[in-house]
Antibody, heavy 117, light 111 residues
Framework: EVQLVESGGGLVQPGGSLRLSCAAS????????MSWVRQAPGKGLEWVAN????????YYVDSMQGRFTVSRDNDKNSLYLQMNSLRAEDTAVYYC??????????WGQGTPVTVSS | DVVMTQSPLSLPVTLGQPASVSCRSS???????????LSWFHQRPGQSPRRLLY???DRDSGVPDRFSGSASGTDFTLKISRVEAEDVGVYYC?????????FGPGTKLEI
């Protein structure tokens, strides 16, 4: 059974940093692109970033380019999202997802991030 | 970026009756490989989204056959043949043909 478990969310001040993690199990992690998607409170879904199977390529939505960094450790079956220079508008639940064919076929339960002073 | 729009944004339905959600893309979603990467997701309150359909009409494992998808150009439709109580929640369309991938605003289905 595919499982994705996010962690690392919490309360952070504007301008601060946070590192999210996603532990994957139940599939061969190194064979899949992985993604981060976020959902602001009461709002819709917004793609954040994609990372290639071997970590050699990353793609970001423009508003997060330069502030967010997606990475992975295939030996640890883990996906990460380093978020810097956080703003109030980054407040959201962050989901990691397995990217299967230009879509997400499995999602984690999400980890909430609140940016507030 | 490809803009995805959905209608209606709120959909009151009656149990046992059909329901339909429309999604429109601002550009063609036909990929260079010939596929159309349009997916539908269902999100129940307090839960993560779950994929229902991919490549317009392919159903995910475990998804009831009362869910179906179709396309006509840049217009896409999710149909539920007979709504059941477990179908409440928000339905999102999403395109994966062009980066950045984008979602529609969501359609809230209410009994």
């Amino acid at each position: 059974e595919v499982q994705l478990v996010e962690s690392g969310g919490g309360l952070v001040q504007p301008g601060g940093s946070l590192r999210l993690s996603c532990a994957a199990s139940g599939f061969t992690f190194s064979r899949y692109w992985m993604s981060w998607v976020r959902q602001a409170p009461g709002k819709g879904l917004e793609w954040v970033a994609n990372i290639k199977e071997d970590g050699s390529a990353q793609y970001y939505v423009d508003s997060m380019q330069g502030r967010f960094t997606v990475s992975r450790d295939n030996d640890k079956n883990s996906l990460y999202l380093q978020m810097n220079s956080l703003r109030a508008e980054d407040t959201a639940v962050y989901y990691c997802g397995r990217n299967g064919g230009y879509t997400l076929d499995h999602w984690g339960q999400g980890t909430p991030v609140t940016v507030s002073s | 970026d490809v803009v995805m729009t959905q209608s209606p944004l709120s959909l009151p339905v009656t149990l046992g009756q059909p329901a339909s959600v429309s999604c429109r893309s601002s550009q063609s979603l036909v990929h260079s490989d010939g596929n159309t990467y349009l997916s539908w997701f269902h999100q129940r309150p307090g839960q993560s989204p779950r994929r229902l359909l991919y490549k317009v009409s392919d159903r995910d494992s475990g998804v009831p056959d009362r869910f179906s998808g179709s396309a006509s150009g840049t217009d896409f439709t999710l149909k539920i043949s007979r709504v059941e109580a477990e179908d409440v929640g928000v339905y999102y369309c999403m395109q994966g043909t062009r980066w950045p991938y984008t979602f529609g605003p969501g359609t809230k289905l209410e009994i």
